[in-house]
């Protein structure tokens, strides 16, 4: 048995076993594939004819427009009607760049409508149920892995992500990379794995701002916490660390700052997301730790720079606040219950039909296979803990998915990097389970020994023998 930061590891397979291990994955993953391009040029997304405005047409119309070379554009405004109010080309950062750049290498090969974009944003879906059953092999053993790949393939909250424009499947398959290169750390700590590390985490900050907390809540404890090294050698480790999250993230802070009003270092949509979830709807209506339209920034010059837009948007937020601050434990509990369906979880289906435009089933099933899969995750953590496997990495990306949704709102896709581990999880509670009744089984059906004959009593002294 190999040793795993204090705790035991799988042995090492054969090379048969990993083959047959790496075809049964493979054939997971091609049907994960095909049912994620089936539920996108089939039938079932019939219901979305059209892009509307809202995130999807902003990601699908801005990586037309840096295919085209024009660069990080509003797209709302560029492609707003000639000679209308709305009609205005100007820089925008209340986006990070790294989903469009993704979108914008088909789009330079002519594949740019909603249909071929979706089905590219698919690919990345297929990679993470890939790159669980690594992960999950790599931590439990062949069978978790390829349990795992099956119940993510089958994950309606991932194949329904999968299936939209939108930046969560690349944060998500950027997350198991970066759990990838954190147990590799951990096992073998030095340089260069710290530095793949900080490479995922760079890559998911580009891709959700919220992204540069894990720096902190995954590359840090693992550094600090990891056997065997020395403190120079931390200090070197936190660095590399830094020094390629510089390398990484640096030229487009630097494009921020040199580019708006405000300094702006991530992006300019803290503003606004900020106070969608802050106004009377949010606090005290139907839409309790939710967001609403009747939130947003009203009667602001249409021309006024957007960084300028999102400062505003930010001290209004911040003044209501500070005006209802005895309700905002209220609200964050509520933002928090939301994304983990402990709060109105029957509104959460009806506003992931409408405003998310998830439609019915798949709403529906991705409430039905959360609940089927928490109880499992949840036993999965415990599984490894008792396997001395750390898992830290795992409550730090719950943690870090509950910091962002309690200081903004509770919406069901801000859930993505925990929906992603899930599967992992319970196919390791699941496994365990299967190892359990296995070997009550044989417990019960291996053979009575038969019963020793029982000794001869001791005679007296003298007495004569039987």
Known sequence: MQRFGGGPLVSSPGVGASR?????????????????????????????????????????????????????????????????????????????????????????LGLSTPAEQRVFTALLGVGTVFLIGILARRLAGDRVGLIAAALAALSPALWSNDSMLGLESLYGILVVLALLALYAFWKTPNL????????????????????????????????????????????KMLATVAAVGIVIVGPWVVRNLTTFDKPTVLGTGFGWVLLDGSCDTTYYGSKLGYWDDSCALKNYPPH???????????????????????????????????????????????????????????????LIGYYL?????????????????PIFPFLAIVAATTFTVATSFGITRYRAPVDVIMPLLAAVAIDAAIRWFGHRRDAADAPVPAPEPAAPEALPTGAPAP
């Not at 391009?37 to 119309?61: Q, T």
């Not at 760079?202 to 056997?227: K, Q």
């Not at 899969?373 to 496997?389: E, S």
């Open 20 to 108: 047959r291990f790496l075809t049964r994955l493979i054939l997971i993953t091609a049907g994960a594939a095909a049912w994620r391009v089936y539920y996108i040029v089939g039938p079932v997304l019939s219901r979305i004819p059209h892009l509307g405005v809202d995130d999807e047409f902003f990601y699908s119309a801005q990586a037309r427009l840096v295919a085209d070379g024009k660069g990080f554009l509003n797209p709302f405004g560029y492609f707003a009607p000639i000679g209308s109010p709305a009609h205005r080309i100007f820089p925008t950062a209340v986006h990070p760049p790294l989903y469009t750049l993704y979108l914008a290498v088909p789009a330079k």
């Open 192 to 235: 260069w794995r710290v530095a793949l590390l900080a490479l995922w985490l760079a890559l998911a900050t580009l891709t959700r701002s919220e992204g540069i907390i894990l720096f902190a809540f995954l590359a840090l404890p693992a550094i600090v916490l990891v056997r065997g090294v020395t403190r120079v050698m931390r200090w």
């Open 304 to 366: 006024l720079e957007e960084s300028l837009v999102d400062a505003r948007a930010r001290t209004k937020a911040i003044h209501y606040i500070e005006h209802h601050k005895a309700r905002v434990p209220i609200v964050v509990a509520a933002r928090v219950g939301r994304v983990f369906e402990l709060y109105k979880p029957i509104q959460n289906v009806e506003l992931n039909q409408v405003g998310e435009r998830r439609g019915d089933v798949a709403s529906w099933a991705i």
């Open 373 to 389: 899969l928490l109880p499992w995750a949840i036993a999965g953590l415990v599984v490894l803990r008792r396997r001395r496997i």
